[in-house]
């Protein structure tokens, strides 16, 4: 049985950092794609960054603009586990964070649909 689990979220003030963690169980997902997205208040699900492996050291990433040059997404393979490292955060980053995977090889898929499993989400609030 395949297992997301998040770690890593809390309560912080504007301007601090967060790192988030999600680690694999149930399989490895090594030239798989992993996400994550987040749903603040009110608000439907969206993307935040994506991570693949494309061999050797090279790792590749996307971001969505509100979070690209504050967040960086990771990977530690061997662990198979993902990161979240989240700095100057702000209050409208406020959200319950969920990691996905996705069973496509290669790429980096920003829609919800293309992963296939999602851990039980990880509550991150900032406050002002």
């Not at 590749?60 to 690209?68: A, E, L, M």
Request: hydrophobic share 35%.
């Amino acid at each position: 049985q395949v297992q997301l689990v998040e770690s890593g979220g809390g309560l912080v003030q504007t301007g601090g950092s967060l790192r988030l963690s999600c680690a694999a169980s149930g399989r490895t997902f090594t030239t798989n794609a992993m996400g994550w997205f987040r749903q603040g208040p009110g608000n439907e699900r969206e993307f935040v960054a994506a991570i693949n492996w494309g061999g050797g050291r090279i790792f590749y990433t996307t971001y969505t603009n509100s979070v690209k040059g504050r967040f960086t997404i990771s990977r530690d393979n061997a662990k198979n586990t993902v990161y979240l490292q989240m700095n100057r955060l702000k209050p409208e980053d406020t959200a319950v964070y969920y990691c996905a995977a996705s069973l496509r090889v290669g790429g980096l898929p920003i829609q919800g649909h293309e992963y296939a499993y999602w851990g039980q989400g990880t509550q991150v609030t900032v406050s002002s």
